[in-house]
């Protein structure tokens, strides 16, 4: 799991292994967030931001170490997301009002700069190279997806906010996951291609933070309400908690794992849940951002 812990004065990135602490990333003299982590054999490649002082700077860890800056400090800049294939590392996030896209550390622009955007995640398939995020049409975010460094398609017609906040791709089938406004409330979004194949109702504040598909089924934790969940195939499966949000899932050998955090008085506790019940608490002052299962050898 990687996320950060605050139980000092400054935000520490920082990466767990099986509910205990793995490794700081950083020193805590600034603060900092793991947002994402992969592993590949018996390394973990995680991306987050340091602050540098004065802005935010994207960064790439690979165990405990830095691997690299992807961006200078000039301007505020965060990773989301972490992806490996072939040996090659992706990143997405933004610099600035871009949106961008790193291959190790080679960067394609995905949006101009006109308006601010953001990448939230990157999926590798093959060749093929997916993004997701928003992009701001100078009255609302638009929801988008990017298929090798180009825009693939928008989600939403601009017409209200609306973020995409996970991609997975499963054989030609890409899933995003988001939310739309619908002026009053949020309303959790999941699309298959360009098709919404579920929402919330909108009778409460809901996004949909991460999407992974097993087999025949789709799985899509976020919040609704205040409340974290899981749907599966656009039903509600479980509430994890009274109050916190959930940011990451995975399914593995039929079993559901969730990262996020609950709200217990006034601190955000890091959680991770299995099949709808805490498997274990990280940290009582922090945040877990994203889970990732690995076989072992």
Not at 50 to 69: P, R
Not at 223 to 234: A, I, L, R, T
Not at 238 to 252: K, P, T
């Amino acid at each position: 799991m990687a996320g950060y812990d605050k139980t000092g004065a400054k935000r520490v990135a920082k990466v767990w292994k099986n509910g205990k602490e793995l490794y700081d990333l950083t020193t805590g003299d600034n603060h900092a967030e793991a947002y994402s982590l992969f592993v590949v054999g018996s390394d973990v490649y995680t991306a987050g931001y340091e602050d540098n002082g004065t802005k935010d700077v994207a960064k790439v860890w690979k165990n405990e170490d830095e691997l690299y800056a992807l961006t200078t400090g000039d301007k505020d800049a965060r990773a989301y997301s972490v992806f490996v294939s072939d040996d090659k590392v992706y990143t997405a996030g933004y610099d600035g009002k871009v949106a961008k896209l790193w291959k190790n550390k080679s960067v394609t622009n995905l949006t101009t700069g006109t308006n601010d955007a953001a990448a939230f995640s990157v999926f590798v398939a093959g060749s093929n190279v997916y993004t997701a995020g928003y992009e701001f049409n100078v009255i609302k975010d638009v929801a988008k997806v990017w298929k090798k460094g180009s825009e693939l398609y928008a989600l939403t017609t601009g017409t209200n906010d609306a973020s995409a906040k996970s991609v997975f791709v499963a054989g030609e089938d890409v899933y995003t996951a988001g939310y739309e406004s619908s002026g009053i409330n949020w309303v959790a979004k999941v699309w298959k291609n360009k098709k919404l194949i579920f929402k919330t109702d909108g009778s409460k504040f809901a996004s949909a933070n991460s999407v992974y598909v097993s087999g025949e089924d789709i799985y899509v934790t976020g919040s609704e309400g205040d409340v974290p969940k899981v749907w599966k195939n656009g039903e509600e499966l479980y509430e994890l908690a009274d109050n916190g949000v959930a940011r990451s899932i995975v399914v593995y050998n039929g079993d559901v794992y969730v990262a996020g955090f609950e709200i217990e008085g006034e601190d955000f506790v890091a959680k991770v849940w299995k099949n709808g019940k805490e498997l274990y608490t990280l940290t009582d002052k922090g945040f877990a951002y994203s889970i990732f299962i690995a076989e072992r050898k």
